[in-house]
């Protein structure tokens, strides 16, 4: 077996040690000193990545930066994890999230909050004084991890956001395949029905790289996308790529720009960039559409009823019986009811952002309240997934019966609708992390980040953030490339042309 490529490691190791204590991105960290020489041959030979610390890992502690988990090691790898190292990948660490995924500012951490690496080019404060800023989340840091060159790629969890936000404020490139393309077995569940696993990464070809070799079908997940969705999907998108691959230019590729994408909170920062990309496409010879997505507004509330009904059944699980952390109610109680040490387990196990998703969501599916939250919004999602397949000329494999598929013409000049969609990726460049008491951000405005990312996490579409300069403020900024389902190819190939 090949040894470790020394210039790889060693620069990857070097940002490690003089990075990883300010940013707090890695919580675990391989031994890095024995080189892998286990590392199979293939195209990822030696590269280390990171892994969020909500994907299973049999040879480090897999604890979703929660209380519940700690001392937790899975006796077994994800399947993503598994293919990675089949590529000859080296597993480098478990990096810092948000509690089970939940938040996008990544301070919602037992292990504490993920600070940016970035720092603007006008600044000339010493690395380690830098402004302290917000690396995003859930994912942040695998984003940071990335952003300081600390590894050559990442895998994050996408569940409404949480590689796209941290990419763009990290600026670096951030991918949610469509659901169920890429396997969820062994990472653990937040909203079932919204998880994808995502890739990071400083350049769009290292996404598609890490994307070629985990997008397989994987049996012992039981969302995955059939072979026969996927074989179509990619038959329908290749058709309509042909029109414009390979020739450099992107005649005959039709751009959306969805005019609810500019909300009243936008900051107007992020528009500059954006406007420069879009004149630079349309000069390639693409066509940019304004089209409207109209039940946009109502994505945020669907989305967190949805992923808090779903995450309190999920959650269920840590009870401190079978694995994880396990509280034992104080002297005197009768200590023969499991009720007791569930109650106390929980209580002391979960930080306050996951208790309160885990009310909010139990709430929701009580039989006072289903009709009007859970049902209410598996009907927005339903409306935000036909916003979406009238706005794409690709028909939606997964929602067309498959007789109609045949007369599909993605070549005619007849067939209206875009092939993507391009809007920015969020409201405004990394927030500043603020002092652990202030109360300087109302909790409402946190949530109001998502607003960008929910639509295509309830649509399960893929959606990449890639990022396209920066703001006023010198901080990066993102676009997001939004396609069809299944046509996370078309989404990395414009992607490309963007960065
Ligand atoms: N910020 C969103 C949430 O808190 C998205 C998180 C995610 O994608 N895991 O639910």
Redesign the pocket.
């Known amino acids: 077996s090949r040894t470790f490529s020394p210039n790889a490691g060693s620069t990857y190791q070097q940002a490690i040690e003089s990075k990883n204590k300010s940013t707090n991105a890695f919580v675990y960290l391989s031994n890095s000193d024995t080189p892998p020489a286990q590392c199979s041959e293939g195209p990822l030979h030696g590269l280390p990545i990171a892994i969020k610390d909500n994907i299973c890992t049999a040879e480090l502690p897999t604890t979703c930066s929660s209380g519940v988990l700690q001392e937790f090691t899975s006796p077994f790898d994800a399947t993503v994890v598994e293919l990675l190292k089949q590529a000859g990948g080296f597993i480098t660490g478990k990096t810092n999230c ?1 509690e089970f ?4 500012l990544n301070t919602h951490s037992i292990y504490g909050p993920v600070v940016n690496p970035f720092q603007p080019s006008s600044s000339t404060a010493p690395w380690d004084d830098r402004e302290r800023r917000s690396a995003g ?2 994912s942040g840091g695998s984003a940071a991890a990335v952003a300081a060159g600390m590894c050559y790629a990442a895998l994050g ?6 590689v796209r ?1 941290p990419a763009s404020y990290c600026g670096v490139v951030g991918l949610k395949p469509s659901y169920g393309i890429v396997s969820r077995w062994g990472v653990i569940s ?1 909203s079932d029905s919204l998880d994808c696993v995502g890739i990071l990464a400083k350049r769009v070809s290292d996404v598609g790289n890490i994307f070629n070799i985990l997008a397989k079908y994987d049996e012992k997940d039981l969302t995955a996308a059939r072979p026969c969705s996927r074989r179509k999907a990619e038959s329908v998108c290749r058709e309509a790529m042909d029109r414009w691959k390979g020739k450099g230019k992107l005649k005959g590729l039709r751009i959306g720009v969805p005019k609810e994408y500019f909300p009243s909170p936008l900051s107007p920062t992020v528009l500059a960039p954006l406007r420069t990309l879009l004149s630079s496409l349309s000069s390639l010879g693409a066509t940019l559409v304004p089209v409207s997505l109209p039940a946009t507004p109502y994505a945020l509330s669907a989305y ?1 009823v949805i ?1 808090c009904a779903e995450a309190s059944s999920n959650l269920g699980r840590y009870d401190g019986v079978r694995y994880g952390t396990r509280v034992e109610p104080p002297p005197g109680s009768d200590l023969r009811r499991t009720a007791d040490v569930y109650a106390h387990t929980r209580t002391k196990g979960f930080g306050r952002e996951v208790q309160k998703r885990i009310l909010l969501g139990t709430y929701a599916l009580t039989a006072d309240a289903f009709d009007n939250y859970f049902l209410q919004a598996q009907r927005v999602r339903k409306l935000i997934k036909q916003d979406f397949d009238k706005t794409f000329k690709i028909p939606n494999v997964l929602s067309t019966p498959s007789s109609l598929l045949p007369d599909f013409d993605a070549t005619s000049p007849t067939t209206s609708g875009v092939d993507v969609l391009i809007h920015p990726q969020a409201i405004r460049t990394a927030p500043p992390l603020s002092p652990p008491d202030s109360k300087s951000e109302s909790e409402l405005d946190v949530y109001v ?2 607003v960008l ?1 929910v639509p295509a ?1 309830l649509a399960g579409l893929p959606a990449m953030s890639v990022p396209v300069g920066e703001g006023e403020d010198g901080w990066p900024v993102g676009v997001s490339v939004v396609g069809q389902w299944g046509c996370d190819e078309m989404v990395l190939r414009v992607g490309e042309v963007v960065e």
């Not at 995924?101 to 996008?104: C, L, T, Y």
């Not at 969890?157 to 949480?162: C, E, I, K, V, W």
């Open positions: 948000d995924g939940m938040g996008s989340g859930s969890t996408d569940t409404g956001g949480s936000l937040y967190y992923a980040q998502d990312t996490s």
